[in-house]
């Protein structure tokens, strides 16, 4: 049995089912009916793989990889024809081929974007530092106090509880446990750097203000909703300092 060309490729030969460029001598096309189950499914596979590619080459376009959308039907249309001009083997070579141009592309973009990135972070840190109000740590953590607590603070080997609210520096919430009305418990040990350092400095009851450095953040990896190299904002408040079940039975 022939081997199957995965869909991100083959899909790139089937912009007929959604291009409808219909050849000048050829009549027009009737209307489509979808009376019957079977309509409906075969219309339905040309319709989600014409969703598949409409993204796909738009991604591609914005790559710069733009391809020829008459080849493509063509394409489709000699291969459902049993008339294909290029042999299956050459087919998966240029098709392999395009999707190492765009994975080559697509590090090039994330590359450039994570030190712009990097960039910004830098120059939003040094206009902050100088903000009434906030303090710098020696590294690089910056801290605002906005409600301060009277209870202990946590060393780096306790487990604690917070809400917190985490966005990036234009403003994008990432995560929230605000959102999820549910606080958040965890070892301090486990955290990124610049959480594990910064709560160090917070009594139980305080709410602070954090502008954490991608190196104390997540540095160069992208997370999708957090880039690679991204300077991080988050409120923090500490509920409590959650203690072992021994020590807790103990009281």
Not at 161 to 169: A, E, I, P, R, S
Request: aromatic share 6%; proline share 4%; glycine share 8%.
């Amino acid at each position: 049995m022939k081997k199957t060309i995965k869909l991100s490729l083959v899909a790139a030969s089937v912009l007929a089912l959604t291009a409808c460029n219909q050849e000048a001598a050829k009549p027009e096309v009737k209307e489509v009916k979808l009376e019957t189950e079977a309509q409906q499914q075969s219309y339905g596979i040309g319709a989600s793989v014409g969703n598949f590619l409409n993204k796909d080459l738009a991604d591609k376009k914005e790559l710069g990889i733009e391809l020829d959308q008459e080849l493509m039907l063509r394409g489709f249309k000699d291969a459902l024809a049993g008339d294909a001009k290029i042999e299956e083997e050459k087919i998966r070579e240029v098709l392999t081929a395009l999707d190492e141009s765009v994975r080559a592309k697509q590090q090039e973009q994330a590359k450039a974007a994570a030190q712009e990135n990097l960039a910004e972070g830098e120059k939003y840190l040094a206009e902050n530092a100088k903000k009434e109000g906030v303090e710098v740590t020696e590294s690089g953590l910056q801290y605002e106090v906005l409600e301060q607590g009277d209870g202990e603070k946590p060393a780096e080997t306790d487990t604690v509880k917070v809400h917190y609210k985490g966005t990036l520096l234009d403003g994008t919430e990432f995560d929230s446990s605000y959102s999820r009305n549910e606080p958040t418990t965890f070892p301090l040990n486990r955290v990124i750097p610049g959480w594990t350092e910064g709560l160090q400095l917070m009594p139980v009851g305080a709410k602070y203000k954090f502008t954490i450095p991608s190196e104390l953040a997540y540095g160069e990896r992208d997370l999708g909703k957090i880039p690679a190299n991204s300077t991080l904002v988050f409120e923090v408040e500490l509920l409590e300092i959650v203690k072992p079940k021994e020590e807790a039975a103990a009281e």
